[in-house]
């Protein structure tokens, strides 16, 4: 086998298979420590180290979707202080059936205005968890482009020349 075979390796990722670079421990050393105490400290230090990495990778994400959590909890909050705003003012049908006849017939227009009042209040509600969704959407659609174009940019899909010849060296 030609030690260019070597540095690279099959990889099956849940159907999906590709070749990717060897990867390789580094080999003990005299200035590497042989203490099991020492190694486990080196091994969380890579640990801490490639979840910070992670941690940065991802923060953009991450303070987008807070700032989506925060805005839809705001918007619940808003909903529901309209709504027990409306419950206050909206009268009672359980107090006295006389009370809504004569306010159905004296006051129409003002059933009619809270109705209308509700009715913007859930369609203000709706185009924000409207435009909530298109946000979310838009990430969406931009984190699938990127995964799709991190595949795109591999290295064997430079030429189909070159795709065949690594194909066939298997």
């Given amino acids: 086998m030609d030690p260019a075979s070597d540095e690279w390796e099959l ?3 849940d159907g999906f298979i590709y070749k990717r670079k060897k990867r390789r421990l580094a080999e003990p050393s005299a200035s ?8 486990e400290r080196h091994r969380k230090e890579r640990k801490r180290k490639a979840l910070l990495k992670l941690k940065k990778h991802y923060q953009k994400e991450i303070s987008q ?3 989506l959590s925060s805005t839809l909890h705001a918007m619940q909050e808003k909903t529901q202080d309209k709504r027990l705003q409306n419950v206050e003012e909206t009268p009672s049908f359980l107090d006295s059936a006389s009370n809504l006849v004569e306010e ?3 006051g129409c227009g003002s059933v009619v205005d809270e109705l ?3 009715v913007e209040a859930q369609e203000a509600i709706i185009h924000d968890v409207s435009n909530l969704c298109d946000v ?3 990430m969406c659609n931009a ?3 990127q995964l799709n174009q991190s595949f795109v940019n591999l290295p064997v899909w430079s030429s189909p020349r ?3 010849a690594s194909l066939c060296d298997n």
């Fill in 104 to 106: 159905t017939e004296t």
């Fill in 65 to 67: 979707w807070e700032l």
């Fill in 162 to 164: 070159e795709l065949m």
């Fill in 116 to 118: 209308l009042l509700q």
């Fill in 136 to 138: 979310a959407e838009a």
């Fill in 11 to 13: 990889c099956n990722d």
């Fill in 143 to 145: 984190q699938e482009e």
């Fill in 32 to 39: 590497q420590p042989t203490d099991p105490e020492e190694e």
